[in-house]
């Protein structure tokens, strides 16, 4: 996703308010995380200081979704990120994080669509072109966050409907194996 757009401005006011620029009101943290999650890129700034606040509120926002559960960092993770503070590696981690991430953002977008011009003898079976467009359906789902995508609001349904769908897709995945091994 090319970023063409400038980032969008958030001011801090004394009050601890955050204003959006563009639309002129005050938005949340939440409304932030789903400006990321839409693909557009924030600054925030303290309106007195001029001191950009944007590392400090991203970090917020990490640590608001993980203390709900939302775990995405192991604990290995974070003691590491926690213990290179400390020691020369501080300088390399974060080239290393933004190449991981990169990499992994060009893999996802390089795996959906080379899965959807796939040329495999899976292709000619009944059923195929269904458990494609249900497998990219799950990936799309499941790196939203990682790839601009919009957040959608998780309801009990919607779960079900997901674990059912999984449930779908794994039969469907085991009846294609099944029928892969007897050509």
Known sequence: MAKTEEPLLIKRYASRRLYNTETSDYVTLDDIAGFIRAGRDVRII???TGDDLTRQYLLQIIAEHESRGETMLPVAVLTDLVRSYATQAQSVIPQFLSASFEMMREGQEKFIENFGTMSSPMKGLPGFEALQAQQQAFLKA???GWSGGKEEKSEAP????????????KRQLAELQEKLSEL
């Open 46 to 48: 303290d309106l007195k």
């Open 158 to 169: 919607a779960d079900e409907d997901a674990a059912e769908e999984l449930k779908k897709i």
């Open 142 to 144: 499941m790196m939203q």
